[in-house]
């Protein structure tokens, strides 16, 4: 900013600045309060300064004692939930527990009906083309409808403080990206088969988050722990995840986020079947394609 020129004032809103400035530095004392400030050492001086009786004192606590009461009440009041609130809260919790149960009958008779039909068409093909019955079979091994049995490993993954304590840090809580990180780790070190917390895992499964949820087949997984379990070869497996980088990956999630995590050899491992998928592609048998 240039200076004034010799001779000149200074603007008038400097000039109100400093002049604010000096008020405050040498008078920071309003006026008014200090003449009552004077009056009363004025009074005390005089022997004239009226003190409050034992009964001003007892009203005084009587009403800080009930302004104290209505407050407390009033905010209590404001805590407790509406009964509106309360019903409707209650009509969907209430409606979340029936569409749950529903699912699972649901899911359970098409499990049913998917074990019906491969028992149908396995004693149809039994006698008929037992060729194409093996070939039905080592497809159902491949694609995931069968459950399958063998050795194998299983890598958990635990949120950090493990769900114990309050609510967890949302960065701190396993992620779509830390499962898809071991699956295909997984299927990298030689795994035939793999299912994430029974999830068993296709072609066409997902592993995702829907907000803090996730989600593999689009069902929401429970958590706080996360278990991977793969069919193969164990010591295999073990030797090609060492040469890759998921342990480093694993130990910056324990060291950055606390998330725990594990793997252990099974001798046997049971993973279930995805069922009869949606049929996308067909053609008769022995055309050409």
Same mark, same amino acid.
Do not use: C, F
């Given at each position: 900013?240039?200076?004034?020129?010799?001779?000149? &004032?200074?603007?008038?809103?400097?000039?109100?600045?400093?002049?604010?400035? $000096?008020?405050?530095?040498?008078?920071?004392?309003?006026?008014?309060?200090?003449?009552?400030?004077?009056?009363?050492?004025?009074?005390?001086?005089?022997?004239?300064? !009226? &003190? !409050?009786?034992?009964?001003?004192?007892?009203?005084?606590?009587?009403?800080?004692? %009930?302004?104290?009461?209505?407050?407390?009440?009033?905010?209590?009041?404001?805590?407790?939930? /509406?009964?509106? %609130?309360?019903?409707? !809260?209650?009509?969907?919790?209430?409606?979340?527990?029936?569409? *749950?149960?529903? %699912?699972?009958?649901?899911?359970?008779?098409?499990?049913?009906?998917?074990?019906?039909?491969?028992?149908?068409? &396995?004693?149809?093909?039994?006698?008929?083309?037992?060729?194409?019955?093996?070939? $039905?079979?080592?497809?159902?091994?491949? *694609?995931?409808?069968?459950? %399958?049995? @063998?050795? @194998?490993? =299983? =890598?958990?993954?635990?949120?950090?403080?493990?769900?114990?304590?309050?609510?967890?840090?949302?960065?701190?809580?396993?992620?779509?990206?830390?499962?898809?990180?071991?699956? *295909?780790?997984?299927?990298?070190?030689?795994?035939?088969?793999?299912?994430?917390?029974? /999830?068993?895992?296709?072609? &066409?499964?997902?592993?995702?988050?829907?907000?803090?949820? =996730?989600?593999?087949?689009?069902?929401?997984?429970?958590?706080?722990?996360?278990?991977?379990?793969?069919?193969?070869?164990?010591?295999?497996?073990?030797?090609?995840?060492?040469?890759?980088?998921?342990?480093?990956?694993?130990?910056?999630? @324990?060291?950055?986020?606390? $998330?725990?995590?594990?793997?252990?050899?099974?001798?046997?491992?049971?993973?279930?079947?995805?069922?009869?998928?949606?049929? /996308?592609?067909?053609?008769?048998? @022995?055309?050409?394609?």
């Amino acid at each position: 900013m240039t200076p004034p020129a010799p001779g000149t &004032r200074p603007p008038r809103r400097l000039d109100e600045s400093m002049t604010l400035l $000096i008020e405050v530095m040498e008078k920071p004392l309003d006026p008014g309060y200090a003449q009552a400030a004077a009056q009363r050492r004025a009074a005390q001086e005089a022997g004239s300064v !009226r &003190r !409050r009786s034992p009964g001003t004192w007892v009203g005084i606590v009587a009403l800080a004692v %009930v302004l104290g009461g209505a407050s407390a009440t009033a905010s209590q009041q404001l805590r407790v939930p /509406q009964p509106a %609130v309360t019903e409707t !809260r209650t009509v969907l919790e209430r409606q979340i527990t029936e569409r *749950n149960d529903q %699912v699972a009958r649901l899911s359970a008779s098409a499990e049913e009906l998917s074990r019906e039909i491969a028992d149908l068409q &396995r004693s149809a093909l039994e006698t008929q083309d037992p060729g194409l019955l093996d070939v $039905i079979r080592r497809d159902a091994l491949h *694609n995931g409808t069968d459950a %399958v049995r @063998g050795p @194998g490993l =299983v =890598v958990s993954l635990t949120d950090g403080g493990g769900g114990l304590v309050g609510e967890p840090d949302p960065s701190a809580r396993v992620k779509d990206v830390d499962l898809q990180t071991v699956v *295909n780790a997984l299927w990298d070190a030689g795994a035939e088969a793999i299912s994430v917390d029974d /999830q068993r895992l296709t072609s &066409r499964s997902s592993i995702r988050n829907a907000g803090l949820a =996730v989600l593999v087949n689009l069902v929401p997984l429970p958590g706080p722990t996360y278990v991977v379990r793969a069919v193969g070869d164990a010591e295999a497996m073990q030797v090609q995840l060492a040469r890759s980088g998921l342990g480093d990956y694993l130990q910056v999630l @324990g060291s950055t986020y606390g $998330i725990r995590s594990s793997t252990v050899a099974q001798s046997t491992l049971d993973l279930p079947g995805a069922g009869v998928q949606p049929l /996308q592609h067909a053609q008769p048998v @022995g055309s050409e394609p």
